[in-house]
């Protein structure tokens, strides 16, 4: 058996293998050479043509692909917003932690500091200046507004009447309702103890009633298809007249004061009193009073129906608005924020559920409600007694007419409240208007016992004018025997006029 020691148990090494053990260890720390990164412009020193692996030059195609290959991406620090740019990635860093409520906080909070959202970490080159200037294509590109009642042409409105009445007798009180039109074209005015028609179609004058003793004429309605007119008196009587024979055809008493102001609603006259009370008449029957509706302090000087009769508004010497249901005898809401009594209390023709109420001398305002909310929707300070409203249905306006210290109509658009013209309209103080029934003409009565005609609201042209357009303007013309050509002070157009100070159609 063979020493073990003489023999080795696994093969010998290979020469090679025992001269590499042989030789000593290097630190290989020392002689590894770091990796050298190539970029599109070379070190200095170094030849950009030359490979340094091989040490031989590089063709034109080969620098090409090798410096695309290794280029990096290098971000132009001083185009950065460096606090954007930080605010945005702890932003995404903390959306999974944060909750909603606190992301939003700290978006404000960015925002009031300045800080840009969601804006580009990495920039390319910096951002183009802005103009400081207004860009002006923005201006003069925009598309243009749909024509509408508003922003179509404008019209020419005349300051000056196209007709003048006498109207000898005219009470001057703030709280009646002593002039109506309706849709036969009559115009009703009481004036003292009479009631006379006007025909707008042909200029005739008639005298519908005279009353009895000391009483006097408080306010005129006229139904909805202008049949029959309803007369309030200072006795606090109520009387229905027929307009065709001329002739009364019942009388509804019972209020213990004067009936300032009434409103129509089918066969429902409502009718408000001095004592604050309003009663539905109900004219059908002989028991004319069907409801009482209490809630006013102070005399009912504004009153007037909805068109769809569902609703009915009233105002007050006690500085309230109350808004009525049809089924109910207490005020669906009251509104308080006039300071001095309501006369003038308009629906929107084209708005079911708008409404406009002004204030006397102390107040002053318009304010329009939303009846359905019972929201505030805007005001105007017109800066006087306003006495009426009159909503026009061929443009988004209205009419008001004032009282002191301007004496005055004024139209304003909807629902920007901007004023578009002043009519200087009387001496004194208007105190009642009416609308035509093609809605183009305003009557006015004012205290200087004249009635005036204002064609505010003229329709647009189309293919002609209306038939009743046609009839106002040929009224408005005037004949020989009840007008007269008058210049005014100031070279305007000259008005007709009555040219006798009593009219020859009073007896």
Not at 183 to 204: C, E, F, P
Not at 207 to 230: F, H, I, N, P, R
Not at 347 to 356: C, F, H, K, V, Y
Not at 468 to 478: C, V, Y
């Amino acid at each position: 058996m063979a020493d073990s020691a003489s023999k080795p148990a696994f093969s010998p090494r290979s020469s090679r293998q025992t001269k590499a053990a042989a030789r000593p260890l290097k630190d290989e720390r020392a002689t590894q050479q770091p990796p050298r990164s190539i970029s599109r412009a070379a070190a200095p020193g170094v030849d950009s043509g030359s490979n340094p692996a091989r040490g031989g030059p590089l063709s034109p195609k080969a620098k090409k692909t090798k410096a695309a290959q290794y280029d990096r991406f290098i971000p132009n620090r001083g185009a950065m917003d460096m606090a954007s740019s930080q605010f945005n990635i702890a932003r995404s860093d903390g959306e999974r932690s944060l909750d909603g409520a606190t992301m939003a906080y700290q978006e404000e909070v960015a925002r009031a500091c300045g800080v840009a959202l969601n804006k580009r970490i990495l920039t390319f080159k910096e951002e183009a200046p802005t103009s400081e200037k207004e860009d002006l294509r923005q201006i003069y590109s925009r598309p243009a507004l749909k024509p509408n009642a508003s922003t179509g042409a404008r019209r020419r409105i005349l300051s000056t009447p196209e007709r003048v009445l006498d109207a000898p007798g005219l009470v001057d009180d703030y709280y009646l309702n002593l002039l109506d039109w309706s849709m036969g074209n009559m115009l009703a005015i009481g004036l003292d103890q009479s009631v006379y028609l006007w025909n707008a179609s042909t200029g005739d004058v008639s005298s519908l009633c005279q009353l009895e003793g000391e009483a006097y004429v408080a306010s005129v309605k006229w139904t909805a298809d202008g049949s029959y007119l309803a007369v309030g008196t200072s006795e606090g009587d109520v009387q229905i007249w027929d307009s065709e024979s001329q002739s009364k055809i019942r009388s509804m008493p019972g209020h213990q004061a004067r009936v300032g102001v009434m409103s129509w609603e089918r066969h429902i006259l409502s009718s408000g009193c001095r004592d604050g009370s309003i009663w539905n008449h109900d004219v059908r029957v002989a028991s004319h009073k069907v409801s009482e509706l209490i809630a006013h302090s102070g005399e009912v000087c504004g009153l007037t129906w909805r068109s769809d009769g569902a609703l009915l508004a009233s105002g007050g010497n006690d500085n309230l608005v109350n808004i009525w249901d049809a089924r109910s005898a207490v005020p669906k809401f009251t509104k308080t924020q006039h300071t001095a009594a309501v006369k003038a209390l308009a629906w929107s023709p084209w708005q079911l559920n708008l409404l406009a109420t002004g204030g006397g001398s102390y107040d002053r305002h318009v304010h329009f409600w939303n009846t359905t909310t019972t929201a505030r929707l805007s005001s105007i300070d017109t800066g006087s007694q306003v006495t009426s409203i009159q909503w026009s249905s061929e443009y988004r306006e209205l009419a008001t007419s004032h009282g002191f210290p301007h004496n005055h109509l004024a139209i304003w658009s909807y629902p920007s409240l901007a004023k578009i013209v002043d009519i200087p309209a009387h001496d004194t103080r208007v105190l009642h208007t009416a609308i035509s029934p093609d809605g183009q003409t305003v009557a006015t009565a004012a205290s200087d016992e004249s009635l005036k005609f204002w064609r505010i609201f003229e329709a647009r042209s189309k293919s002609g004018k209306s038939g009743k357009a046609e009839a106002i303007s040929a009224a408005a013309s005037g004949s020989d025997s009840y007008a007269h050509s008058a210049a005014s002070s100031a070279g305007a157009s000259a008005s007709a006029s009555l040219d006798i100070s009593r009219p020859s159609y009073i007896r």
